[in-house]
């Protein structure tokens, strides 16, 4: 079966420029999460779904960025007006249930670079 | 609050030689703990977890891992080095509870070089 997807694979923007992340979590996963990948820094949480639960949006660094989670499938992280500090890559993962035993799986990753 | 420390940057080794690379946590309770590889380009992909049980925990490609509640640490290994396992390496710990501690806290990740 197919593993987590994500798209852009790579996007350049401007400052100041909206952007939209995607990820298309494996089917029947329950919980999909985002993380930031800064270059010399391991992986920052961002944002968590599980189910029609209220997301858990502890990780994300301001009011800029939020996420959605539509039909509980598919979701989006849209970062306004970017930073160049927002330059990073932003990984998805998926997992069965939100149970901390479970492995969760990662997707390729989107390359953002805010010029 | 977990966390994790993964205490180096790189880790060289040649060939055919066992490899270590090191990696301690902080939590509170019982930890469940995972390493990942991250090949360049790529997205990561999950080697080996260790959530209770035996401590030494065997995973894909030939990688094993050691728990060790009093040193808490959970280094990863492996017998003999293959120059295909050179990648970014990373340690993560979960508490065991539900809700918003599923979320996974990383280490910084250690680059693992192997040579001919």
């Known amino acids: 079966g197919a593993g987590v997807s994500q798209s852009p694979s790579n996007k350049v923007t401007e400052k100041g420029k909206d952007v939209e992340l995607r990820c298309d979590p494996i089917s029947g996963h329950t919980a999909l999460y985002w993380y930031r990948q800064s270059l010399g820094q391991g992986l920052e949480f961002l944002i968590y779904?599980?189910?029609?639960?209220?997301?858990?949006k502890s990780g994300l660094p301001s009011d800029r960025f939020s996420a959605e989670r539509t039909g509980g499938s598919v979701s989006t992280l849209t970062i306004q007006r970017t930073q160049q500090e927002d330059s990073a890559v932003y990984l998805c993962?998926?997992?069965?249930?939100?149970?901390?035993?479970?492995?969760?799986?990662f997707g390729p990753g989107t390359r953002l670079t805010v010029l | 609050a977990q966390s994790v420390a993964q205490p180096e940057d790189q880790v060289n080794v040649a060939e055919g030689n066992p490899l270590t690379v090191k990696c301690t946590y902080s939590v509170s309770g019982n930890p469940y703990l995972f390493w990942y590889v991250q090949y360049p380009n790529r997205g990561l992909q999950f080697l080996l977890k260790y959530i209770t049980g035996d401590n030494l925990v065997k995973g894909s490609y030939g990688f094993e891992a050691e728990f060790n509640k009093s040193q808490t640490s959970f280094h990863l290994k492996k017998p003999s080095a293959l120059v295909s396992d050179s990648a970014l390496y990373f340690c993560a710990v979960r508490a065991p509870s539900t809700g918003t501690a599923s979320k996974l806290t990383f280490g910084t990740g250690t680059r693992l070089q192997v040579t001919l």
């Open positions: 779904f599980q189910g029609n639960s209220a997301p858990d």
């Open positions: 993962a998926s997992s069965l249930a939100s149970g901390g035993t479970v492995e969760q799986f």
